[in-house]
């Protein structure tokens, strides 16, 4: 019988300080995983973080799981960083490589994955800026530009604006709180 490929997903880990939660979740259960399944992280990891040594650990416990890592960016990493590796196409869409078994979706692109459709989104605002360093702790490349926008836009018209799933770290304000996610910030 033929293995049908798993897919999990989750939020944010913010490098070490909330990963712990994902080898905590394979354990016990590597046997039944392959790097042919996935685990999707809806931003925040910090592949390509804000300390050499988080990131060194980061990328180990990622890199032992029985599975290969696929993210979108959230607002919290380092993308002087991820925006210096090699754009690369994987599963009809553009990526990052930031270790073998660790994929960055980037902006706006289409993904086939086993028959199935995902569209990938990052990028959010940090809110609480004004207490952050440029260029350390916060980059003005969270922010998705124009480009970004227009080549989603083209991505998903090539596609008849039909995906399986929507991959992002934050969704638009209206949507979020209609869904009583409202900022309490406001």
Not at 45 to 71: D, K, M, Y
Not at 144 to 168: A, C, F, H, M, Q
């Amino acid at each position: 019988r033929e293995k049908i490929m798993t897919f999990f997903v989750t939020g944010d880990t913010h490098s070490i300080l909330d990963i712990d939660k994902l080898p905590r979740f394979f354990d016990g259960k590597e046997s039944l995983y392959t790097k042919d399944d996935y685990l999707i992280i809806c931003g925040d990891v910090q592949a390509c973080g804000f300390s050499s040594v988080n990131e060194a650990q980061t990328r180990e416990i990622l890199s032992g799981l029985p599975v290969t890592v696929l993210f979108v960016d959230g607002n919290h990493e380092n993308f002087d960083e991820l925006d210096d590796l090699p754009v690369e196409k994987w599963h009809g869409g553009k990526v990052h490589f930031v270790e073998d078994d660790i994929i960055h979706l980037m902006r706006g692109q289409v993904y086939e994955i086993d028959n199935m459709k995902f569209f990938s989104f990052g990028g959010a605002c940090t809110i609480d800026r004004a207490m952050r360093t440029r260029g350390i702790s916060w980059f003005p490349q969270e922010i998705p530009t124009e480009e970004e926008y227009e080549e989603g836009w083209r991505n998903l018209e090539k596609n008849d604006y039909s995906v399986d799933y929507i991959i992002s770290h934050t969704g638009p304000e209206d949507v979020t709180s209609a869904l009583c996610y409202g900022s309490e910030y406001d």
